[in-house]
């Protein structure tokens, strides 16, 4: 996992955060839009099950990766630290959960 050092430091300064990119190939990165900071942290497939996201505690999270397989072991471990949603968008769907129930699109 990468990045996730950025969004650790922000949250523990008080930074308004709007929301965590997990993505399964993209660099981490940060970026302000109006007054809130977006952060994008680095997760492979194969680290999701050890990956601490308490980052991501009371936060939206959206998980991208170039394949569904790719990306459900992150959307399942995001899920495990209390995000406000959790979303996995890949090629062909959008899968979405926002504490009670899944919801799922193909597209």
Do not use: K, N
Request: glycine share 6%; aromatic share 12%.
């Amino acid at each position: 996992m990468r990045g996730h050092e950025l969004l650790v430091q922000a949250r523990l300064e008080g930074m308004p955060i709007a929301g965590v990119e997990l993505d399964t190939e993209r660099a981490p990165d940060a970026w302000q839009h109006e007054r809130a900071w977006w952060l994008r942290v680095s997760v492979d497939r194969d680290e999701a099950a050890s990956a601490d996201l308490r980052c991501c505690y009371r936060l939206p999270v959206f998980v991208h990766a170039a394949s569904y397989d790719d990306g459900w072991p992150v959307f399942e471990r995001a899920m495990e630290f209390d995000p406000l949603l959790v979303a996995l968008c890949a090629p062909g769907v959008v899968v979405r959960f926002d504490g009670e129930r899944f919801e799922q699109w193909e597209i």
